[in-house]
């Protein structure tokens, strides 16, 4: 997260999910799950409320599944609450 201004930030985030063992209709898998990258900004209304709007890319990995892997593309928005 960098700070653009005192009140905005512009925000880059990835998540990167892999699992341990996962068993689906016979398959056991490892590894790669899905990543979640997100580009965005947040805006800082006061001490307590957090604004965030951006893009969001997921791709789920389907190594069981004879459909092909899924990319989601989403815009997201988010409000956070501190009290």
Known sequence: MAQIHENLSFIVQDELF???A???????TKGFDQNRG????GWKFNKM???EIGYMNQLINRPWSARPDQMEHNLIVNLFLTL
């Not at 996962?22 to 056991?28: E, L, Q």
């Not at 997100?38 to 900004?41: A, K, M």
């Open 22 to 28: 996962t068993a689906h209709k016979g398959w056991i």
């Open 18 to 20: 892999i699992n341990m």
């Open 49 to 51: 409320a957090t604004g």
């Open 38 to 41: 997100f580009v965005g900004l």
